[in-house]
């Protein structure tokens, strides 16, 4: 079983910056590809960032390309997200996802998520 906490959310103004991490534990993540989603109230679940297993290919979503960095440390099983230039919009509480083999954007072929942490951009 894989688990998955984040850290470093909170409260910040718009265009202020925040980094986010998550550590994985409970197996070996040899192929392990890493995402990043947010959900806002009232809103589905949507694809962030992704990176692969060995952190030679990144992903990111139109809304935060250029803002946004996703990147793996440790023995790869910590992935890091820097939140850049923030807006209101991008309040959600964000998840950290892991799934085996290639990468994808669909929230329905990740199999291990953390709980996720709330980020809030004030105007």
């Known amino acids: 079983q894989v688990q998955l906490v984040e850290s470093g959310g909170g409260l910040v103004q718009a265009g202020g910056s925040l980094r986010l991490s998550c550590a994985a534990s409970?197996?070996?993540?040899?192929?392990?590809?890493m995402a990043w989603f947010r959900q806002a109230p009232g809103k589905e679940r949507e694809f962030v960032a992704g990176?692969?297993?060995?952190?030679?290919?990144?992903y990111y979503a139109d809304s935060v390309k250029g803002r946004f960095t996703i990147s793996r440390s440790g023995d790869r099983d910590t992935v890091n997200l820097q939140l850049n230039s923030l807006k209101p919009e991008d309040t959600a509480v964000y998840h950290c996802?892991?799934?085996?083999?290639?990468?994808?954007?669909?929230?329905?072929?990740?199999?291990?998520w953390g709980r996720g942490i709330q980020v809030t951009v004030s105007s």
């Open positions: 990176i692969s297993w060995r952190g030679g290919s990144t």
């Open positions: 996802a892991a799934r085996y083999g290639s990468f994808s954007e669909v929230v329905g072929t990740y199999d291990s």
């Open positions: 409970g197996r070996t993540f040899s192929n392990y590809v």
